[in-house]
Nanobody, 126 residues
Framework: QVQLVESGGGLVQAGGSLRLSCAAS????????MGWFRQAPGKEREFVAG????????YYADSAKGRFTISRDNAQNTMYLQMNSLKPEDTAVYYC???????????????????WGQGTQVTVSS
């Protein structure tokens, strides 16, 4: 089993920055492909960014390109999402996810992931 715990959310003004972290643990965790998703009130969950097992390859939703950076530190079993130039429309609960896979692919669909964190709230004020 794998446990994922997000941290780093909070309240920030538009134009500000936040860095989210996702710590992975569990005896079966093996540097799986991971991703960040978000869900705003009244909206469906959406993909934000994904990263492959090595961390070399990344992929972003259009809304995140140029503002967000996904990265991982496999030695620390931790994934990050650096969010800059935040906008009020970025307000959501952000979730990290991991797929139990040994491939080096990136996954953009929530249904592809086996494990999810509890989420961390990000609120951007205008």
């Amino acid at each position: 089993q794998v446990q994922l715990v997000e941290s780093g959310g909070g309240l920030v003004q538009a134009g500000g920055s936040l860095r989210l972290s996702c710590a992975a643990s569990g005896r079966t965790y093996r540097n799986y492909p991971m991703g960040w998703f978000r869900q705003a009130p009244g909206k469906e969950r959406e993909f934000v960014a994904g990263i492959n097992r090595s961390g070399i390859s990344t992929y972003y939703a259009d809304s995140a390109k140029g503002r967000f950076t996904i990265s991982r530190d496999n030695a620390q079993n931790t994934m990050y999402l650096q969010m800059n130039s935040l906008k009020p429309e970025d307000t959501a609960v952000y979730y990290c996810a991991a797929r139990e896979s040994t491939t080096y692919a990136i996954y953009t669909y929530g249904e592809s992931y086996n494990y999810w964190g509890q989420g961390t709230q990000v609120t951007v004020s205008s």
